[in-house]
């Protein structure tokens, strides 16, 4: 009887079964346990040659999965970074790239310096007190002036553009020169910022582009004519 058509025992396949659990550890799960394979096998090669081929074909392979940037310089790169990361930087082979080192690899980025996370007026926003911080730095004189004006009339716009009401020019002063630690006195200023229903005008109109560009427009079909079939005659 032809072997191909023998009966295969149940418990046999059974035993033969593999289990996720039992198998090796894949380092870039996107790949697929065959290519990680592939790589292993590529690895213990012992001829440099036939390694070498190996590695170009499993750069193609791994290139394959898309086709669209499998030319590109930097994206080749990619690939051979990644097939070196999941030989576990045991394949010796030569790479049209500088070689990737485990170091380099596990070298975690600097921290990020966050902003502060509970700002007192969190209307203001960040932006604002960068401002202030830097007006804090410049010497005193008519451009010192001005900023100090552009920040007030910024910080009125902000507030109203959350707070849907009035607000006196004092209150402004006043956040001013808290957020500042006292360097920026305008309380006893007679400057004038601008016009709150200016203010409020402008904020309205900035929310009303918002929204009309972030809605989809429907097309209304009011205007379009319907033509009814035309049915001949018939004698």
């Known amino acids: 009887m032809n072997s191909k058509y023998t009966k295969e025992n149940a418990n046999d396949v059974v035993h033969h079964l593999e289990y996720n659990a039992e198998r090796s550890h894949l380092i870039i799960p996107e790949y697929g346990r065959h290519l990680q394979?592939?790589?292993?096998?590529?690895?213990?090669?012992?001829?440099?040659?036939?390694?070498?081929k190996a590695a170009k074909y499993i750069i193609q392979v791994m290139g394959s999965l898309n086709p669209h940037l499998r030319d590109v310089l930097d994206f080749q790169h990619k690939l051979w970074d990644q097939l070196f990361i999941m030989s576990d930087f045991k394949l010796d082979v030569a790479s049209p790239y500088p070689i990737p080192s485990r170091e380099v690899l596990q070298l975690k980025p600097d921290v990020l310096k966050y902003p502060q996370n509970f700002p007192k007026y969190r209307y203001y926003g960040n932006n604002i007190k960068y401002m202030i911080d830097v007006a804090n730095k410049w010497e005193d004189g008519d451009m010192k002036n001005a900023l100090v004006k552009v920040i007030a009339n910024h910080m009125k716009k902000s507030y109203l553009s959350w707070n849907k009401d009035t607000v006196k020019d004092d209150v402004i002063f006043e956040h001013l020169y808290e957020l500042s630690d006292g360097k920026l006195n305008l309380l006893h200023s007679s400057e004038e910022l601008l016009n709150t229903t200016d203010l409020l005008r402008t904020n309205k109109r900035i929310s009303n582009k918002i929204s009309a560009v972030s809605q989809p427009k429907i097309q209304s079909n009011k205007n379009s004519k319907t033509t009814k079939p035309k049915y001949k005659k018939q004698q």
């Open 37 to 52: 394979k592939l790589i292993d096998q590529a690895t213990a090669i012992e001829d440099n040659e036939e390694r070498n």
